[in-house]
């Protein structure tokens, strides 16, 4: 290590000091980037925008939401069907009563 020091390295100087890239190299190249990245940025909003209306519009979308629709009158009528049988009991038992059952 010492001896690649010495054979390239200067007293005092450091990486920056050999470096070809001035200041005004870093400010023109922030100020591209920042511009490509403003583009970038804009596309991808316009991109998930299509991608947004796409599905909104999709059969995929409006097939599984037909089927949610489908399940949710299912779930319905089976609560309707079961509260005509609301407080009948089939069988000579008490109630249970929430908090004592726990203590069982």
Known sequence: MRA???????????AADKSPVTA???LELEHELGERLSALSASIWTAKEEIARAWRNSPERKAILADWEAQQEAIRRNNSDSS?????RTVDTPPIHPIRSLAL
């Open 24 to 26: 005004e190299d870093l």
């Open 4 to 14: 690649t020091l010495a054979a390239f390295g200067t007293p005092g100087r450091t």
């Open 84 to 88: 005509r049988w609301a407080g009948k």
